[in-house]
Protein backbone atom coordinates (compact mmCIF):
# COMPACT_ATOMS: atom_id res chain seq x y z
CA UNK A 1 0.00 0.00 0.00
CA UNK A 2 0.86 3.37 -0.90
CA UNK A 3 2.54 5.64 1.85
CA UNK A 4 0.33 8.67 2.82
CA UNK A 5 1.54 11.98 3.70
CA UNK A 6 -0.54 13.56 6.06
CA UNK A 7 0.25 17.54 6.91
CA UNK A 8 0.13 18.72 9.93
CA UNK A 9 0.61 22.88 9.85
CA UNK A 10 4.25 22.33 7.94
CA UNK A 11 4.60 19.25 9.34
CA UNK A 12 4.98 16.22 6.19
CA UNK A 13 3.96 13.39 8.57
CA UNK A 14 4.70 9.99 6.99
CA UNK A 15 7.84 11.59 4.87
CA UNK A 16 11.27 11.07 5.32
CA UNK A 17 11.49 13.73 8.81
CA UNK A 18 11.20 12.07 12.01
CA UNK A 19 8.88 14.34 13.70
CA UNK A 20 7.47 14.75 17.64
CA UNK A 21 4.19 15.23 19.58
CA UNK A 22 4.69 16.46 22.90
CA UNK A 23 3.65 18.50 25.58
CA UNK A 24 1.94 18.49 29.31
CA UNK A 25 -0.34 15.69 29.87
CA UNK A 26 -3.09 17.58 30.66
CA UNK A 27 -3.33 21.42 30.83
CA UNK A 28 -2.40 23.06 34.21
CA UNK A 29 -1.66 26.95 34.80
CA UNK A 30 -0.80 29.10 31.98
CA UNK A 31 2.95 29.43 33.01
CA UNK A 32 3.47 25.59 32.97
CA UNK A 33 1.71 25.38 29.67
CA UNK A 34 4.23 28.60 28.14
CA UNK A 35 7.00 27.31 30.05
CA UNK A 36 7.24 23.76 27.88
CA UNK A 37 6.27 25.40 25.08
CA UNK A 38 9.35 27.54 24.76
CA UNK A 39 11.32 24.54 25.52
CA UNK A 40 10.05 22.58 23.21
CA UNK A 41 10.54 25.60 20.48
CA UNK A 42 14.24 25.84 21.33
CA UNK A 43 14.31 21.97 21.04
CA UNK A 44 12.62 21.92 17.47
CA UNK A 45 15.54 24.42 16.06
CA UNK A 46 18.43 22.90 18.05
CA UNK A 47 17.69 19.29 16.42
CA UNK A 48 15.44 19.97 13.44
CA UNK A 49 12.89 18.17 14.43
CA UNK A 50 9.45 19.69 14.31
CA UNK A 51 6.55 19.50 16.80
CA UNK A 52 3.02 19.27 16.98
CA UNK A 53 2.17 20.73 20.62
CA UNK A 54 -0.27 18.36 22.42
CA UNK A 55 -2.60 19.08 26.24
CA UNK A 56 -5.65 17.30 27.09
CA UNK A 57 -8.35 20.06 28.04
CA UNK A 58 -9.82 17.31 30.05
CA UNK A 59 -8.64 14.05 30.95
CA UNK A 60 -11.86 11.92 31.34
CA UNK A 61 -10.34 8.51 31.95
CA UNK A 62 -8.95 9.75 35.42
CA UNK A 63 -9.07 6.54 37.63
CA UNK A 64 -10.51 8.42 40.66
CA UNK A 65 -13.12 10.72 40.39
CA UNK A 66 -11.33 12.55 42.46
CA UNK A 67 -8.07 13.37 40.17
CA UNK A 68 -7.37 16.25 38.32
CA UNK A 69 -9.35 16.85 35.27
CA UNK A 70 -8.03 19.61 33.29
CA UNK A 71 -9.58 22.62 32.93
CA UNK A 72 -12.20 21.83 30.17
CA UNK A 73 -13.31 22.62 26.83
CA UNK A 74 -13.81 26.27 26.42
CA UNK A 75 -10.91 27.45 29.19
CA UNK A 76 -8.54 24.49 27.74
CA UNK A 77 -8.76 25.59 24.00
CA UNK A 78 -8.67 29.69 24.84
CA UNK A 79 -5.12 28.18 26.31
CA UNK A 80 -4.57 26.29 23.68
CA UNK A 81 -4.82 29.09 21.61
CA UNK A 82 -2.44 30.96 23.02
CA UNK A 83 0.23 28.54 23.04
CA UNK A 84 -0.29 28.47 19.16
CA UNK A 85 -0.28 31.66 18.55
CA UNK A 86 3.13 32.72 20.59
CA UNK A 87 4.75 29.58 19.33
CA UNK A 88 3.41 28.60 16.18
CA UNK A 89 2.77 24.93 16.89
CA UNK A 90 -0.40 23.11 15.35
CA UNK A 91 -1.85 21.65 18.24
CA UNK A 92 -3.47 18.53 19.30
CA UNK A 93 -5.62 17.58 21.99
CA UNK A 94 -8.33 14.90 22.80
CA UNK A 95 -12.17 14.68 22.68
CA UNK A 96 -14.57 12.37 24.56
CA UNK A 97 -18.02 13.31 23.62
CA UNK A 98 -19.17 13.93 20.29
CA UNK A 99 -20.67 17.08 21.20
CA UNK A 100 -16.85 18.43 21.49
CA UNK A 101 -15.88 18.51 18.00
CA UNK A 102 -17.15 21.20 16.51
CA UNK A 103 -15.52 23.39 18.99
CA UNK A 104 -12.01 21.76 18.87
CA UNK A 105 -11.88 21.30 15.29
CA UNK A 106 -12.28 25.17 15.15
CA UNK A 107 -8.89 24.91 17.43
CA UNK A 108 -7.18 22.19 17.03
CA UNK A 109 -4.96 20.84 13.92
CA UNK A 110 -5.20 17.46 15.32
CA UNK A 111 -8.37 16.09 17.10
CA UNK A 112 -7.29 12.90 19.33
CA UNK A 113 -9.37 10.03 19.77
CA UNK A 114 -8.40 8.21 23.11
CA UNK A 115 -7.76 4.65 23.15
CA UNK A 116 -10.49 3.34 25.40
CA UNK A 117 -12.53 5.24 22.47
CA UNK A 118 -11.09 4.37 19.66
CA UNK A 119 -14.30 2.00 18.39
CA UNK A 120 -16.68 4.78 19.28
CA UNK A 121 -18.56 5.17 15.87
CA UNK A 122 -20.11 8.35 17.08
CA UNK A 123 -17.48 9.74 18.20
CA UNK A 124 -14.39 8.69 15.53
CA UNK A 125 -17.34 9.89 12.79
CA UNK A 126 -18.06 13.47 14.37
CA UNK A 127 -14.42 14.10 14.61
CA UNK A 128 -13.95 13.52 11.38
CA UNK A 129 -16.64 15.22 10.12
CA UNK A 130 -14.54 18.43 11.24
CA UNK A 131 -12.12 17.85 9.13
CA UNK A 132 -9.12 17.96 10.69
CA UNK A 133 -6.37 15.72 11.24
CA UNK A 134 -7.45 12.57 13.10
CA UNK A 135 -4.85 11.14 15.12
CA UNK A 136 -6.58 7.67 16.36
CA UNK A 137 -4.73 6.22 18.98
CA UNK A 138 -4.85 1.97 19.39
CA UNK A 139 -7.19 0.64 21.96
CA UNK A 140 -5.17 -1.36 24.50
CA UNK A 141 -7.46 -4.30 24.11
CA UNK A 142 -7.76 -3.89 19.99
CA UNK A 143 -5.70 -6.28 17.81
CA UNK A 144 -3.19 -3.92 15.84
CA UNK A 145 -4.69 -5.09 12.09
CA UNK A 146 -8.48 -4.53 13.25
CA UNK A 147 -7.20 -1.23 13.40
CA UNK A 148 -8.55 -0.29 9.76
CA UNK A 149 -12.36 -0.56 11.47
CA UNK A 150 -12.28 2.78 12.97
CA UNK A 151 -9.85 3.99 10.14
CA UNK A 152 -12.24 3.29 7.81
CA UNK A 153 -15.08 4.82 10.05
CA UNK A 154 -12.99 7.91 9.07
CA UNK A 155 -12.58 7.73 5.72
CA UNK A 156 -16.43 7.06 5.65
CA UNK A 157 -16.98 10.81 5.69
CA UNK A 158 -14.23 11.81 3.18
CA UNK A 159 -11.68 12.32 5.98
CA UNK A 160 -8.39 10.63 4.60
CA UNK A 161 -5.89 12.86 7.27
CA UNK A 162 -5.35 10.17 9.56
CA UNK A 163 -2.47 9.47 12.01
CA UNK A 164 -2.27 5.84 14.06
CA UNK A 165 -0.89 5.88 17.56
CA UNK A 166 0.47 3.00 19.47
CA UNK A 167 0.74 2.95 23.17
CA UNK A 168 0.84 -0.60 24.20
CA UNK A 169 -1.70 -3.63 25.10
CA UNK A 170 -3.22 -4.60 28.35
CA UNK A 171 -1.72 -8.14 29.19
CA UNK A 172 -2.37 -9.37 32.38
CA UNK A 173 -3.42 -7.16 35.19
CA UNK A 174 -2.27 -3.49 35.45
CA UNK A 175 0.56 -3.86 33.04
CA UNK A 176 1.11 -2.66 29.57
CA UNK A 177 3.46 -4.60 26.62
CA UNK A 178 4.35 -3.11 23.76
CA UNK A 179 4.32 -5.69 20.47
CA UNK A 180 6.38 -3.90 18.37
CA UNK A 181 4.75 -6.52 15.56
CA UNK A 182 1.59 -3.88 15.89
CA UNK A 183 4.16 -1.16 14.45
CA UNK A 184 4.15 -3.58 11.38
CA UNK A 185 0.29 -3.85 11.23
CA UNK A 186 -0.69 -0.13 12.09
CA UNK A 187 1.42 0.87 9.02
CA UNK A 188 -0.25 -1.20 6.50
CA UNK A 189 -3.26 0.98 6.69
CA UNK A 190 -1.11 3.47 5.21
CA UNK A 191 -0.95 6.10 7.31
CA UNK A 192 1.87 7.45 9.37
CA UNK A 193 2.59 5.78 12.70
CA UNK A 194 3.65 7.46 16.56
CA UNK A 195 4.60 5.83 19.20
CA UNK A 196 3.58 6.64 22.29
CA UNK A 197 6.22 6.22 24.44
CA UNK A 198 5.30 7.93 28.00
CA UNK A 199 1.69 6.24 27.98
CA UNK A 200 3.34 2.48 27.22
CA UNK A 201 4.89 2.45 30.61
CA UNK A 202 2.11 3.93 32.79
CA UNK A 203 0.94 1.27 35.67
CA UNK A 204 -2.37 0.84 35.33
CA UNK A 205 -4.21 0.87 39.09
CA UNK A 206 -1.43 2.85 40.53
CA UNK A 207 -2.38 6.50 41.38
CA UNK A 208 0.31 8.21 38.72
CA UNK A 209 1.72 10.82 41.27
CA UNK A 210 2.91 7.40 43.09
CA UNK A 211 6.72 6.81 41.52
CA UNK A 212 5.68 3.06 40.97
CA UNK A 213 3.23 4.15 38.50
CA UNK A 214 5.46 4.71 35.96
CA UNK A 215 8.69 2.61 34.44
CA UNK A 216 10.43 5.21 32.87
CA UNK A 217 13.46 2.62 32.92
CA UNK A 218 11.69 1.08 29.65
CA UNK A 219 11.34 4.97 28.07
CA UNK A 220 15.35 4.81 26.25
CA UNK A 221 14.83 1.21 24.92
CA UNK A 222 11.23 1.12 23.79
CA UNK A 223 11.67 4.50 21.96
CA UNK A 224 14.50 3.13 20.36
CA UNK A 225 13.08 -0.12 19.06
CA UNK A 226 10.47 2.03 17.65
CA UNK A 227 12.50 3.77 15.55
CA UNK A 228 14.16 1.61 14.95
CA UNK A 229 11.31 -0.17 13.65
CA UNK A 230 10.25 2.72 11.49
CA UNK A 231 7.32 4.61 12.56
CA UNK A 232 6.98 8.52 11.35
CA UNK A 233 7.08 9.76 15.07
CA UNK A 234 7.04 9.97 18.61
CA UNK A 235 4.92 10.71 21.17
CA UNK A 236 6.61 12.22 24.86
CA UNK A 237 4.42 14.03 27.49
CA UNK A 238 6.73 16.69 28.77
CA UNK A 239 6.20 18.95 31.97
CA UNK A 240 9.30 20.95 33.70
CA UNK A 241 8.41 19.30 36.69
CA UNK A 242 7.11 15.43 36.17
CA UNK A 243 7.20 15.09 40.30
CA UNK A 244 4.17 17.58 40.83
CA UNK A 245 2.53 17.14 37.38
CA UNK A 246 -1.30 17.14 37.90
CA UNK A 247 -1.38 13.94 35.90
CA UNK A 248 0.93 11.32 34.33
CA UNK A 249 3.63 12.14 37.01
CA UNK A 250 5.22 9.22 37.27
CA UNK A 251 5.37 8.82 33.49
CA UNK A 252 6.17 12.38 31.84
CA UNK A 253 9.41 12.87 30.92
CA UNK A 254 10.92 16.02 32.31
CA UNK A 255 11.58 18.50 29.44
CA UNK A 256 14.80 19.93 30.09
CA UNK A 257 16.18 15.48 29.48
CA UNK A 258 14.30 15.64 26.00
CA UNK A 259 17.26 16.70 24.05
CA UNK A 260 19.50 13.99 25.68
CA UNK A 261 16.80 11.60 24.75
CA UNK A 262 15.87 12.36 21.54
CA UNK A 263 19.38 12.53 20.18
CA UNK A 264 20.16 8.96 19.48
CA UNK A 265 17.02 8.24 18.26
CA UNK A 266 17.37 10.98 16.14
CA UNK A 267 20.32 9.17 14.90
CA UNK A 268 18.98 5.59 14.38
CA UNK A 269 15.77 7.37 12.23
CA UNK A 270 18.85 8.76 10.02
CA UNK A 271 20.79 5.47 9.92
CA UNK A 272 17.43 3.61 9.37
CA UNK A 273 16.66 6.33 6.56
CA UNK A 274 19.99 6.18 5.13
CA UNK A 275 19.04 2.40 4.32
Not at 99 to 120: F, H, N, R, T
Not at 239 to 244: G, I, L, T, V
Amino acid sequence: MDKKIVNVGDIACGSDDLFLISGPCVIEDKSTMMSVAEKLKLFSERSGVKVIYKSSFTKDNRSSVDYYRGPGLDEGLRILQEVKQAYGFPILSDIHHPSEAKAAGEVLDVIQIPAYLCMQTSLVVEAAKTGAVINLKHGQFLAPENMIKPVQKIESVGNKNIILTERGYAFGYNDLIVDPRSFYHLAETGYPVVFDVTHSIRKYGIPSADPSGGARQYLNVLAGAAVGAGIDGLFVETHPCPEEALCDAASQMNINQLDEFMAPLIRIHQARKAH
